[in-house]
């Protein structure tokens, strides 16, 4: 008891005047002094009375008690400090191991061995410890573009059928190797006879379209539809004019120079610069968008992909096609200037007036705000 009251004194005065030594610590060292301390004095009187047998059984069980209780709380001590003793260290420096059994030291430090986790070697660099902080928000890659092949669209006259028409194509001479590139032949939503053809250039297309021609004549009417996307180019200076524009994205991007008819629209938007919309083949346009900028002048611009919307030709609303279309309302014959019957938009002299929203503005307008929220819908 002397040794054991002389250890925990050496514990007390070790952490008397720190202050990294957590409280409860403080707390369990102030018990096992005060049970001690009890526990001493209970030794006393049970050498001093001459009591018998069963009255010294009950006191020598309260001080095993004691014992226990005091053994049990330094163990738990020895825990919260998280004392690590390694075999060749053991009885060096801690007041409280130096207190313990040689085997409770053996105990404690092949405990320690397990529970101490190996600890990683410094990472040498100019960054090394710190974190790279990822930002809130990636970036989202571009838009991809999903080619489609082209298509030759056959249209009858009165006096002709779509049977006797695809005869004549397949039997013609001149039309043999267009076979090796046609993919499906089907009808359309208006019964038209449709060609598609597997991924033939474009050349080649109009090519085939002239040859079906000749060989048709006035029987029927052939037309070519190309898959085409439109592109946004922003940031373009105040001078820049479409011709340039068409050269650089032959220049940059490796692809066939687009016609300036192709530049559907190149107009001032706010700061001094301009945005223009140039309509290319998904083939033209896929490598555009790849390169995601193009330098136009001494500007470096940056070009989307833009989402039309659908549109129906028959109610002139949006989200669905005239074949699905639900409403009441016929509009295909109006004028898309001022919304009247008798006349096209190209001799219209009236001013303007939507036939949608009743606005000061083109059916067809940008600035129609049911255009806005369609290509708003579109883009998300």
């Known amino acids: 008891m002397m040794s054991l009251g002389e ?8 952490y008397k005047g720190r202050h990294n030594v957590h409280h409860e610590i403080k707390k369990i060292g102030s018990l096992i002094k005060k049970r001690h301390t009890e526990a001493i004095m209970l030794m006393e009187e049970c050498e001093k009375q001459q009591t018998t047998p069963k009255k010294n059984t009950s006191k ?21 400090t998280r004392t690590r003793v390694s075999p060749s260290t053991q009885g060096t420096g801690n007041p409280v191991v130096n207190a313990l059994s040689p085997a409770a030291k053996k ?28 930002p809130r928000k990636e970036k989202k890659p571009p838009k991809l573009v999903r080619t489609r092949p082209d298509a ?31 993919k499906a032949i089907r009808r359309t939503a208006k019964q038209e006879l449709i060609i598609e053809l597997k991924g033939a250039p474009h050349g080649k297309t109009s ?13 029927a009417k052939v037309m070519v ?16 004019t479409a011709e340039e524009l068409c050269d650089a994205l032959h220049a940059q991007c ?5 016609d300036t008819a192709a530049v559907r629209s190149l107009r001032t938007v706010y700061n001094g610069t301009q945005t223009a919309f140039i309509v290319l083949p998904a083939g033209d346009a896929k490598k555009v968008l790849e390169a995601q900028r193009v330098r ?13 919307p659908k549109r129906c030709f028959k109610c002139w609303g949006y989200d669905h096609v005239a074949q699905k279309c639900k409403e009441q309302i016929d509009r295909s014959g109006l004028c898309r200037k001022c919304g009247q019957e008798g006349h096209k938009a190209l001799t219209c002299k009236n001013p303007e007036q939507c036939a949608l929203c009743k606005g000061n503005h083109a059916a067809d307008s940008y600035k129609c705000p049911l255009a806005k929220k369609a290509r708003r819908e579109a883009i998300q």
């Not at 090519?207 to 029987?219: G, N, P, R, S």
């Not at 439109?230 to 820049?240: A, P």
């Open 152 to 182: 030759i669209i056959i249209s009858k006259s009165e006096n002709a059928t779509y049977a006797d028409i695809l005869r004549k194509v397949k039997t013609s001479d001149s039309l043999k190797t267009l076979g090796e590139d046609v």
């Open 60 to 80: 020598t069980s309260d001080v095993n008690n004691i014992r226990k209780e005091c053994s049990g709380i330094i163990t738990q001590s020895v825990k919260r």
């Open 207 to 219: 090519e085939y379209q002239t040859a079906i021609e000749d060989v048709l004549k006035t029987a």
């Open 296 to 308: 136009i002048g001494w500007v470096s611009c940056r070009v989307r992909k833009v989402d039309s």
């Open 254 to 258: 490796n692809i066939k120079r687009p």
């Open 225 to 240: 539809k190309t898959h085409t996307v439109t592109i946004q180019c922003r940031d373009l200076d105040e001078v820049t």
């Open 107 to 134: 105990r404690c430090a092949t405990a320690a061995i397990h529970q101490t986790k190996p600890v990683q070697a410094p990472i040498k660099g100019q960054n090394a410890g710190w974190t790279v902080v990822k």
């Open 7 to 14: 250890a925990i004194d050496s514990l007390l005065a070790y």
